[in-house]
């Protein structure tokens, strides 16, 4: 579980090749793993959704002008 700014959370389930994300807001996405240069990165297809994971944070950027919408984000 990470605790994330503005009082958000996410919990991640991770696999091999995979993240189940469950938000704060009761969305559930599965997202594929991703290139990354550093940590962990998971997209969508079109990769309009992002979840990224280095150590104990993690962000996740959302649309097209990658708006950060959980931020901040620390395993607890």
Do not use: H
């Not at 996410?10 to 091999?16: E, H, Q, R, S, W």
């Not at 469950?22 to 991703?34: G, H, S, V």
């Not at 104990?56 to 984000?73: E, L, S």
């Amino acid at each position: 579980t990470y605790t994330c700014a503005e009082g958000k959370s996410i919990v991640a389930m991770f696999y091999p090749d995979e993240v189940d994300l469950t938000f704060n807001d009761e969305r559930k996405l599965a997202l594929p793993q991703a290139m990354s240069g550093s940590g962990a990165r998971y997209a969508n297809a079109d990769e309009s959704i992002v979840f990224w994971t280095k150590g104990k944070t993690a962000f996740v950027t959302q649309g097209a002008d990658d708006n950060m919408t959980y931020k901040d984000c620390v395993a607890d």
